[in-house]
């Protein structure tokens, strides 16, 4: 089992910046590869952005490409989303997954979300 909780959301002007962290529990952090993802009111949930079980790989959507930054440190059991030059449409709760194959099987984990507001 791992527990994940987002923090770091907050409302801010566009073009700001905002850091949101992901702290997990457990000793096996580093068997997950971790995403973030965001739901906006009334659209499904998307995908933003995932990294590596080592960190060596990253892949955005296109929103958010050149924007976000997505890192992990896997001492602290952490990932990252460093968000710049916030725009309107990055309004959203932001959560938090863990993901990995164990033995043929997907095994998912969900934060809770945290809201980020970009007033324009």
């Known amino acids: 089992q791992v527990q994940l909780v987002e923090s770091g959301g907050g409302l801010v002007q566009a073009g700001g910046s905002l850091r949101l962290s992901c702290a997990a529990s457990?000793?096996?952090?580093?068997?997950?590869?971790m995403g973030w993802f965001r739901q906006a009111p009334g659209k499904e949930r998307e995908f933003v952005a995932t990294i590596s079980r080592i960190g060596d790989i990253t892949y955005y959507t296109g929103a958010v490409k050149g924007r976000f930054t997505i890192s992990r440190d896997n001492a602290k059991n952490t990932v990252y989303l460093q968000m710049n030059s916030l725009k309107p449409e990055d309004t959203a709760v932001y959560y938090c997954?863990?993901?990995?194959?164990?033995?043929?099987?997907?095994?998912?984990?969900w934060g809770q979300g945290t809201q980020v507001t970009v007033s324009s």
């Open positions: 997954n863990a993901d990995r194959v164990i033995r043929g099987v997907r095994v998912n984990y």
């Open positions: 457990g000793r096996i952090f580093s068997s997950y590869a």
